[in-house]
């Protein structure tokens, strides 16, 4: 980050001078546009786009490029295991899908990497045996959906 700081200022001095001077050979200039796109390299990252497909890996970013969500589709549906992150790159949940329905395990977290809740799905549905965990990690319930 000094490094930032220090070509900010010098990307400032360069304008500074580029502009108090209104007689400057086409050298300079060129020089000028040189550090100037340089430094407009140096402050820029890719953003990575998110992939929308129909069948196959399927990938949504975060706006600073961590992957928030991944999982595959399977004629427009989700299908297999998806999975979920916070920005800061700690898991969020996992869920196991069918043809667009949540079928299987799945698991959800807080943001400080402790379970949330934990169950199985069929057909969209809560069901069989679910706990439930307060943020400090402490089972707050557990309940027992019908088998489905």
């Known amino acids: 980050t000094k490094d930032m700081i220090k070509r900010v200022i010098l990307l400032l001095v360069i304008l500074l001078c580029c502009f108090s001077c209104k007689n400057e050979s086409a050298k300079q200039e060129s020089k000028f546009e040189k550090a ?28 600073n490029g961590v992957i928030e969500m991944r999982g595959s589709m ?6 297999g295991l998806w999975k979920s992150w916070y920005e800061n790159g700690l898991p969020w949940s996992e869920t196991s899908f069918t043809n667009g329905k949540k079928n299987g395990r799945t698991t959800t977290w807080y943001d400080n990497g402790k379970k949330r809740y934990e169950g199985s799905f069929n057909n969209d549905k809560e069901s069989g045996r679910w706990v ?3 943020e400090d990690g402490t089972i707050a319930d557990t309940k027992n959906y019908e088998l489905r």
């Open 36 to 63: 100037r796109d340089r430094m407009s390299q140096d402050f820029t990252f890719e953003s990575k786009a998110d992939s929308v497909v129909e069948n196959g890996e399927q990938i949504h970013y975060h706006k």
């Open 74 to 79: 399977k004629n427009g549906k989700r299908d």
């Open 132 to 134: 439930f965990w307060k």
